[in-house]
T-cell receptor, first 115, second 107 residues
Framework: GAVVSQHPSWVICKSGTSVKIECRSL??????MFWYRQFPKQSLMLMAT?????????EQGVEKDKFLINHASLTLSTLTVTSAHPEDSSFYIC???????????FGQGTRLTVV | RKEVEQDPGPFNVPEGATVAFNCTYS??????FFWYRQDCRKEPKLLMS???SGNEDGRFTAQLNRASQYISLLIRDSKLSDSATYLC????????FGAGTRLTVKP
């Protein structure tokens, strides 16, 4: 099956720094990727839709200037958490699919801890 | 109202029990439906797709009722390894997740 690789799998950073998370589709081209965030004991919440070659579409309540998304190629989307604060500590996960009616494939997730 | 609603549980059942999870969705334009399983601190993994005709995969049976906008998952003869959070997922353009139902199967 299709594989999505996410890196890093975990990161600890100081408050005020920025963290970049990469999401790659390894064996297929993904014009669209999705970024989710999951707080402990809660469900995955869609943050934004990453579109190759154009601006990302953000969900209501998600700050686009804080969570920068770049989808420069058909196999790579990046999420940068700028000026991270402890409340940004969460599990961030990306997904991509090969078609409208097919399952989505998930990256392994990135556990971000801001201290 | 949430777009995808699930009973959060938790469900604590003995081995061998049959357990059923329910899910409703609000957007009638939803195109495809899935059940995913998520283990603690891991990414979700596809358990099965859900079709109007119903589908079965071993001990797992999924049903979709488009008229009622209702999805179900039945697990028979539950195993210890079935302990996880089960996510109801609805897809149009993007995927929307239910809050998940936590299942613990005990010896």
């Amino acid at each position: 099956g299709a594989v999505v690789s996410q890196h890093p799998s975990w990161v600890i950073c100081k408050s005020g720094t920025s963290v970049k998370i990469e999401c790659r589709s390894l064996d297929f081209q993904a014009t669209t990727m999705f970024w989710y965030r999951q707080f402990p004991k809660q469900s995955l919440m869609l943050m934004a839709t990453s579109n190759e070659g154009s601006k990302a579409t953000y969900e209501q309540g998600v700050e686009k200037d804080k969570f920068l998304i770049n989808h420069a190629s058909l196999t790579l989307s990046t999420l940068t958490v700028t000026s991270a604060h402890p409340e940004d500590s969460s599990f961030y996960i990306c997904s991509a699919g090969t078609g409208a009616n097919t399952e989505a494939f998930f990256g392994q997730g990135t556990r971000l801890t801001v201290v | 109202r949430k777009e995808v609603e699930q009973d959060p549980g938790p469900f604590n059942v003995p081995e061998g029990a049959t357990v059923a999870f329910n899910c409703t969705y609000s957007n009638s334009a939803s195109q495809s439906f899935f059940w995913y399983r998520q283990d603690c601190r891991k990414e979700p993994k596809l358990l099965m797709s859900v079709y109007s005709s119903g589908n079965e995969d071993g001990r797992f049976t999924a049903q979709l009722n488009r008229a009622s906008q209702y999805i179900s998952l039945l697990i028979r003869d539950s195993k210890l390894s079935d302990s996880a959070t089960y996510l109801c997922v609805v897809k149009r353009y993007d995927m929307r997740f239910g809050a998940g139902t936590r299942l613990t199967v005990k010896p």
